[in-house]
Structures are given as C-alpha cells and as structure tokens.
Nanobody
C-alpha cells in the first residue's frame, strides 16, 4: 500500500529526494515515517511526520540535513541534503494509524518495499 521511490547513487555532499506514495488508500490521520537499514545493521528511524504535517521528528544523525514533508494524505517526501557515506542504506517509508510518532519500526503496520540510497565518497 506504500511505494517508495527516488533512490540511487549520489556523491558525498549531494542531495536526493525520496518519495512515498500511498496506493489504494489514503493515510489521513496517520503518522508516516522513514526508516533505513544499512547492511548488517538494525532498521532505524530516520524521520516522521503527522498526518497534517504540523509535527515532525528526526533522528539525531540526520537532523538539520534531512527534511520530511507531506503534500496530502497520499504523498510523503524525504529531502536529503549534505549526504554522507553513512547515509547509505535501503530506505523504507511506513505508516501507522494514530497520533503518536513512535520511533520503533515495530509500531508501524504499513510498509513500502524500500529504495536503495548509495552515497559514494
């Protein structure tokens, strides 16, 4: 029900924008989050946004470099600037009903298929 896109190869210091589209339903009233998983690492929270876009949250490692936004109940974006090699991972968008912005992936019920972001040095 969620489809992430926009990944690819980018150089250190570059920018990339990921998109997350909801198919088949809208996610009004839901929290949408971006997670990432690097090889041999746990999946980690990157950013989250409330259904109305009024509240956002970020992992400390990306704060000030990444921006999450929504333009309606179907599309969510992750603008990534000043990319570093350690940002290399498969990025997933996920959604959960309700108003609590959990950072644990276990709290998100709806998931996209993931898109690979590779930052080369």
């Amino acid at each position: 029900q969620l489809q992430a896109s926009g990944g690819g190869l980018v150089q250190v210091g570059g920018s990339m924008r990921l998109s997350c589209a909801a198919n088949g339903r809208t996610f009004s009233g839901a929290i949408v989050g971006w997670f990432r998983q690097a090889p041999e690492k746990e999946r980690e929270f990157v950013a989250g946004i409330t259904w109305n876009g009024r509240r956002t949250g970020y992992a400390g490692s990306v704060k000030g470099r990444f921006t999450i936004s929504r333009d309606n109940a179907k599309n969510t974006y992750l603008q990534m600037n000043s990319l570093k090699p350690e940002d290399t991972a498969v990025y997933y968008c996920a959604a959960r009903d309700g108003s609590v912005m959990h950072t644990s992936s276990d709290e998100y019920f709806y998931w996209g298929q993931g898109t690979l972001v590779t930052v080369s040095s």
